[in-house]
Nanobody, 119 residues
Framework: VQLMESGGGLVQPGGSLRLSCAGA????????MRWYRQAPGKERELVAV????????HYANSVLGRFTISRDNLKNTVYLQMNSLKPEDTAVYYC?????????????WGQGTQVTVSS
């Protein structure tokens, strides 16, 4: 099982980035996908969630209206489009694959990708 994030980098305030997370080794469409982030000295926080079929999404209040989560189950990839970025969005962003509460062992993490918002 593998989750590989990409797309992070340095961007100026107000700019945009699109993160990708490619999954392998599991039935991607059976998993709820989440993006988390962790800033230095802070706890990891949930950013966005998308259901297995992509029909339902949920966002943290801090990113609502600026970030969009989506997925392409044919490509086994989940995306996070980040617009109007702020310095407080600076963090390592992680994707997570979750099969659900009936399968607690089927929960996987990527290695993270750094997003830095700075002028």
């Amino acid at each position: 099982v593998q989750l590989m994030e990409s797309g992070g980098g340095l961007v100026q305030p107000g700019g945009s980035l699109r993160l990708s997370c490619a999954g392998a080794g599991f039935t991607f469409s059976n998993y709820v996908m989440r993006w988390y982030r962790q800033a230095p000295g802070k706890e990891r926080e949930l950013v966005a969630v998308i259901s297995g079929d992509g029909g339902a999404t949920h966002y943290a209040n801090s990113v609502l209206g600026r970030f969009t989560i989506s997925r392409d189950n044919l490509k086994n990839t989940v995306y996070l489009q980040m617009n109007s970025l702020k310095p407080e969005d600076t963090a390592v962003y992680y994707c997570n694959a979750d099969r659900g509460s009936l399968y607690p062992a089927l929960n996987y993490w990527g290695q993270g990708t750094q997003v830095t918002v700075s002028s």
